[in-house]
């Protein structure tokens, strides 16, 4: 299958892209097919030359089946090419079941300290049974 995605260059610290038709096997700075645009994300976001397409290329790409990434689609929906809706997955946050796991562990051992410390303190405290020893004065 043909994606339209991004294709790294650039130094260490310095991205910049370019946008390719690739087949969705290569890596992700490998062979591909044609490149259709850049995109530089140091520069401003309303910087003209943030990203370039070539849109008459997209468009016979896009019409002989080439899927675009989730970013490269962001792009595309600012030209009107393509509509992109905001992902939407609420179990993103939720911890695994390893970690629910643990959770209810730890509660269960709370709660069995708070009932042992309150059983603790309810049970009567015994007098001591020895009888202060009373000193006397030998001079």
């Known amino acids: 299958m043909l994606k339209i995605r991004l294709a790294r260059g650039g130094a260490k610290k310095r991205p910049y892209y370019s946008i390719v038709i690739a087949d969705s096997h ?12 850049t995109f530089n994300p140091l ?24 899927q675009p990434t989730d970013r490269v689609a962001r792009f595309l929906s600012t030209q009107g090419m393509v509509e992109w809706k905001h992902g939407h997955n609420p179990q993103k946050g939720k911890p695994g ?10 509660a269960q051992r709370e709660a069995d300290r708070a009932e042992a410390a309150a059983a603790a303190s309810a049970a009567p405290v015994p007098e001591s049974v020895e009888e202060p020893v009373a000193e006397t004065a030998e001079a």
């Open 26 to 37: 290569s890596a992700r700075d490998g062979r591909f097919i044609e490149k259709v645009g």
């Open 43 to 66: 520069l401003a976001k309303d910087h003209p030359e943030r990203f370039t397409l070539k849109l008459e290329r997209v468009q016979e790409w896009l019409s002989k089946g080439a």
């Open 97 to 106: 079941k390893k970690a629910e796991e643990r959770a209810t562990e730890r």
